[in-house]
């Protein structure tokens, strides 16, 4: 039980440190404004920090026997349990609307598209370190 605790929560923190980085790269870059999204996140440790965390005890999900042998499909269900909650929730709270519609009409798309890397990430992890 250990081993799966771990390997979820380990694959959670990698699969989020490589889609935070990523994240703020876009933004860096130029690439969100370029696709019409005004959210330009700030490579902070407390920024990383949270969302590494967070990304951990997420994909603790992983250790639910569901789709065991579809890890990309499980990576992508899972990951849309933390989209929900930044579209539903965080970004609502933080004025930027409905979906995070007020950084831009493309956020959700985005918020899931990148979720989805990250949980593939953490689904390959998971996989590799308990099976």
Not at 57 to 85: E, Q, T, V
Not at 91 to 107: S, V
Request: glycine letters at 12%; hydrophobic letters at 55%.
């Amino acid at each position: 039980m250990i081993r799966k605790i771990s390997g979820a929560f380990t694959g959670g923190v990698f699969g989020g440190l490589v889609e935070s980085i990523f994240t703020w790269l876009l933004g860096k870059l130029g690439i969100m404004a370029l696709v019409g999204i005004t959210m330009k996140p700030v490579l902070t440790e407390p920024w990383l920090y949270q969302r590494i965390i967070w990304g951990g005890l997420w994909m603790l999900l992983l250790m639910l026997p569901l789709w065991k042998n579809r890890i990309i499909f499980r990576g992508c269900i899972f990951s849309l349990f933390p989209s929900a909650m930044t579209l539903f929730i965080t970004f609502p709270q933080m004025d930027k609307g409905f979906l995070g519609t007020g950084f831009g009409i493309l956020t959700p798309v985005v918020v899931i598209g990148l979720n989805f890397i990250y949980g593939i990430i953490a689904a390959y992890w998971y996989k590799s370190t308990v099976h």
